[in-house]
């Protein structure tokens, strides 16, 4: 009887120590995974970082040369070219300035990609108001007004959520310009912080182009842009984890949300 409960209990040890030789070697195996991993995660961020540098120096320099030496043609030989040839170097200095824009708001979407998060507690009633006081400088007195509910702290990188929040209010007073007044309401719904202009809108019928790179819903005489900056947005809201949406009615302006799930803490 002894016997036999003792070769039980080898047994189930010996299964035990063979389970646990096992798990072992999965443990180990998926550390190696882990590390190689890291390391691949790293090559790409610096590719990454090399293609926002040639996107931002290397495409750059040749595209200052053009626009620079249209400018010394036009100043040195104003008055001897024709109305015709004249033209067409005001169009070449108008698009490089244009293309010097969009390669600098590509570089900036490559750097909120692959920038490092530095977490902290921020107020989000303080950022709004710091980011509304810093655009309301270039806009009309009393032009704009903002109505804003009392709302939750996150935890987030201040840098990028200032970017973020900055592009939302300019939004919202570029596409409400011209209304007597412009008003920006910012209220909290749930998960979700809402940015609520009454400005011209959009057909929700292309809303799935609104937050993809140069995608513009409005041309660009009525409105100036080069279709950069919601995705710039949607970037720093993937960064932390979060979603982001929108809905518009033409003429009956535009609400944007998104949450931060991960990071919203409640003060």
Known sequence: MYMVLIIILLSILLVSIAWMIRQNREIRKLRIEKDEMSIHIKNIK????????????????????????????????????????????????????????????????????????????????????????????????????????????????????????????????????????????????????LIQDNGVGFDMAYKDKIFKLFQRLHVKEQFKGNGTGLAIVNQIIQRHNGSISIESESGQGTCVYFQIPEFMKRT
């Open 46 to 193: 610096n590719d990454m970082e090399d293609m926002r540098y040639a996107i931002v120096h290397d495409l750059s320099a040749p595209l200052r040369a053009v626009h620079g030496f249209c400018e010394i043609i036009q100043k040195q030989m104003k008055g001897l070219m024709s109305a015709e040839v004249n033209e067409f170097l005001s169009l070449i200095h108008e698009n490089t300035s244009v293309m010097k824009s969009m390669i600098a708001d590509v570089g900036e979407y490559y750097r909120v990609m692959n920038c490092s998060l530095q977490i902290e507690l921020i107020d989000l009633n303080s950022l709004i108001e710091d980011c509304f006081e810093l655009l309301i400088e270039k806009q009309e007195p009393d032009s704009v007004q903002l109505k804003m509910q009392p709302l939750p702290s996150v935890q987030g990188d201040r840098g990028l959520l200032f970017i973020m929040i900055a592009q939302l209010l300019s939004n919202a007073m570029k596409f409400s310009n011209g209304r007597k007044p412009s008003i920006i309401n910012v209220m909290q719904d749930g998960e979700f912080i």
